[in-house]
Nanobody, 124 residues
Framework: QGQLVESVGGSVQGGGSLRLSCAAS????????MAWFRRAPGKEREGVAV????????QYADSVKGRFTISRDNAENTVHLQMNSLKPEDTAMYYC?????????????????WGKGTQVTVSS
């Protein structure tokens, strides 16, 4: 059984930047996609960004396009989320997720394993 371990999030003022990382151990040869989701207080968990390990293509939620960048470190089977120009509405618990099958749908149900989450708080 593998595990996903997210880096510690943090608190930042609006306009600032944070970088999240997620290390996937035990999934080195089975990773097909990795993604970041987030859940803000009182809201459903939503997809933020997803990256294919197969072709390197990335997708982003409209709300973060141009501000967030998802990237990977193949050697470490790690995915990163660089978050710039942060807004108070980005405040949420951020979760890393892994797809070991190679699905094409970007939804919560299309990811097999999840990290425990890391808190990001953006103040105005």
């Amino acid at each position: 059984q593998g595990q996903l371990v997210e880096s510690v999030g943090g608190s930042v003022q609006g306009g600032g930047s944070l970088r999240l990382s997620c290390a996937a151990s035990g999934y080195t040869y089975s990773t097909k996609r990795m993604a970041w989701f987030r859940r803000a207080p009182g809201k459903e968990r939503e997809g933020v960004a997803v990256l294919s390990w197969i072709d390197g293509l990335a997708q982003y939620a409209d709300s973060v396009k141009g501000r967030f960048t998802i990237s990977r470190d193949n050697a470490e089977n790690t995915v990163h989320l660089q978050m710039n120009s942060l807004k108070p509405e980005d405040t949420a618990m951020y979760y890393c997720a892994i797809d070991v099958v190679g699905r094409t749908i970007w939804s919560r149900a299309s990811f097999d394993y999840w990290g425990k989450g890391t808190q990001v708080t953006v103040s105005s």
